[in-house]
């Protein structure tokens, strides 16, 4: 049964962070997410609470809940335009926030480590 919570946390946080691009995007007109003012305002709150809830129950690497949805939204970037030039400065951009929501999923483990001591 180990095997199957990194599996799940996995595909959750990357359905999570590829939709929200796709979704943010179209509710926003922009082609690109983060240039509509949702991305900021709602998506970023909303994948942090996400890594929160997923590193709640799986609280081992708690980081890389949060860093999924962000690697899943730079490949769906990517896949939209390929040619975008300001590429590198877009994933730099991923890992920092990335790194912003990895605070409230190091929240949540520690909290789901408490619960079930």
Same mark, same amino acid.
């Given at each position: 049964?180990?095997? /199957?919570?990194?599996?799940?946390?996995?595909?959750?946080?990357? =359905?999570?962070? =590829?939709?929200?691009?796709?979704?943010?995007?179209?509710?926003?007109?922009?082609?690109?997410?983060?240039?509509?003012?949702?991305? /900021?305002?709602?998506?970023?709150?909303?994948? +942090?609470?996400?890594?929160?809830?997923?590193? !709640? !129950?799986?609280?081992?690497?708690?980081?890389?809940?949060?860093?999924?949805?962000?690697? +899943?939204?730079? $490949?769906?970037? !990517? $896949?939209?335009?390929?040619?975008?030039?300001?590429?590198? $400065?877009?994933?730099?951009?991923?890992?920092?926030?990335?790194?912003?929501?990895?605070?409230?999923?190091?929240?949540?483990?520690?909290?789901?480590?408490?619960?079930?001591?």
């Amino acid at each position: 049964m180990k095997f /199957f919570e990194p599996l799940w946390a996995t595909l959750t946080t990357a =359905a999570v962070g =590829a939709a929200s691009w796709i979704y943010v995007a179209e509710v926003g007109n922009r082609r690109e997410a983060w240039d509509s003012p949702i991305f /900021f305002t709602i998506l970023m709150p909303a994948v +942090a609470g996400i890594a929160a809830v997923v590193s !709640f !129950f799986v609280p081992e690497k708690p980081w890389r809940w949060a860093m999924i949805p962000f690697g +899943a939204q730079a $490949l769906i970037a !990517f $896949l939209q335009n390929p040619g975008a030039n300001l590429l590198p $400065l877009g994933l730099v951009m991923f890992a920092i926030l990335g790194g912003i929501c990895s605070i409230p999923a190091a929240v949540g483990a520690a909290i789901g480590r408490m619960v079930r001591r």
